[in-house]
């Protein structure tokens, strides 16, 4: 197997697949973090994806954005110029449904599988094994054959539709979060107002209409200003802005959605870069 | 005891209590639904507040916003006329916290205990006697006494303050769910327009940071724009003008809050006004 991109989440997840037992060929931008990786996981760096890619039956990738996604995957010397007909290439970037099914075509032509795999559960569920895969996939036997491949880091993994449909579900997922976020800061915010304890809301709230797993797991710390964790609030808005220009081309409107973009712009002007995205609620205590 | 106000909270609320064994005097501004409710679940029926309160150690009530209350409670006719000094009022009505306030004084002035006990789990709570209740009491003895007299109806109360932290309580409850619910509405709009099964989504995301209690028990009727059940949007729109009114006053911005709340002004407008909170995603399905 190959693994392309060695962040937070690549990494990890990597590792997942040498701890499983698989002979693993990683890839990434900066040479020395392939190198540390090796050091730690065993197998091969490779100095390009396509020398990474050549001969594995399956080519996993966790890249940045779009433009990383195409130049790792279709570039003179990316992914797919290394694979064989029959191999798989995954991508578990978060990224457009345009460019998943640009390389589902581009991979098609070659005769080579593709699914676009984007995941859920953070740095811990990749640390952990225990992600949530969502897949888009032209061809079910080829998602068969990557759900047991996938199954070292994953918790859940499912095909939601044809390619694309995996970074739609992605896409999903991030809006509800959006409002979610949004209204339980409001929340927390005026129980402070308020005067009440907020933990002590949440007890009695958290069990009717209004729970949700970030009221579960993030009131306490929206309520005691602690933010240096988590989910970042400089990838939600990769995410968002994927979210609204998908939305500008189906038609769906998303007015909270794109209010919650805004304040998070507002929050990295204040210096939350890193913050975890329940920091919306920073906003409003420090208005 | 005695209670005041048999809606469809109400109702079955004292049902709760004659089925309990208590002797329970009611009284309702339609004196025919009085008779009827006596002719279900026995007891009687009384023709003002003060004459069905009369007699009662607790004398609960839930009618339908400030004005009501203030009438039933401290009218010349009102409950606080006909109550005794160790008897004790209790409001289940969504009210504000300043009318919580006034009560919990007036009740004062004539050794009358008071709590503020807004509820939350719908009709479906009421008749099956599982209401979480927000108390706001200035006398944790007199709490107690409440706790264990609507125990018949509760499957949760809790005491979260002083007077008017019981209504401070559930309008946090109301914020939490305006902007959950309209980013629901907005995730399941899109993946409806993006052509993914709504689901098969949610079977998916569900499990992780987007979950919540809206998602689980809404995402597929909004799906299928089912919206004649549950909570309505002209209740919604009362609670959420009293939450905006408290902003004004403690200093807490609502901006999504507010915004969600001229949706529901929207959907009132479309003839939802019995609507499900959750038929905001019916002003995103068409538009």
């Not at 890619?53 to 996993?60: L, N």
């Not at 345009?98 to 581009?106: C, G, M, P, S, Y």
């Not at 225990?130 to 996939?137: D, H, K, P, V």
Request: charged share 20%.
């Amino acid at each position: 197997m190959a693994f392309l991109g060695l962040g937070v989440m690549g990494g990890p997840m990597a590792g997942h697949l040498a701890k499983a037992g698989h002979d693993v060929t990683v890839y990434n931008r900066t040479a020395s973090k392939g190198d540390q990786w090796v050091g730690e996981h065993g197998g091969r760096s490779a100095p390009t994806p396509a020398a990474a890619a050549a001969g594995s039956e399956f080519v996993m990738m966790c890249v940045g954005n779009d433009d990383d996604v195409r130049a790792v995957a279709l570039g003179p010397d990316g992914a797919l110029a290394g694979m064989a007909p029959g191999s798989v290439l995954v991508d578990h970037t978060t990224a457009s449904a345009d460019v998943a099914r640009e390389l589902a075509a581009a991979c098609a032509a070659k005769g080579v599988g593709f699914v676009d795999a984007p995941v859920s559960g953070g740095q811990a569920g990749a640390v952990n094994g225990a992600l949530t895969i969502m897949c888009g996939c032209d061809d079910e036997a080829v998602f068969a054959r990557v759900r047991d491949a996938v199954a070292p880091y994953a918790r859940a993994c499912a095909l939601l539709g044809s390619a694309g449909a995996g970074q739609l579900t992605k896409m999903v997922n991030q809006i509800c979060i959006a409002g979610l976020v949004q209204g339980l800061s409001e929340g927390v915010n005026f129980a402070q107002k308020a005067g009440l304890d907020v933990d002590a809301v949440v007890a009695v709230i958290g069990k009717g209409a209004a729970q949700s797993w970030q009221m579960d797991n993030r009131a306490s710390t929206m309520a005691k200003g602690e933010f240096e964790f988590g989910f970042a609030v400089e990838w939600m808005r990769k995410d968002l802005g994927i979210c609204l220009a998908e939305a500008d081309r189906n038609g769906a409107r998303l007015p909270v959605t794109a209010l919650v973009d805004q304040f998070y712009a507002q929050v990295l002007a204040r210096g939350g870069r890193r913050w975890d995205t329940s920091s919306l609620v920073h906003l409003l205590q420090n208005d």
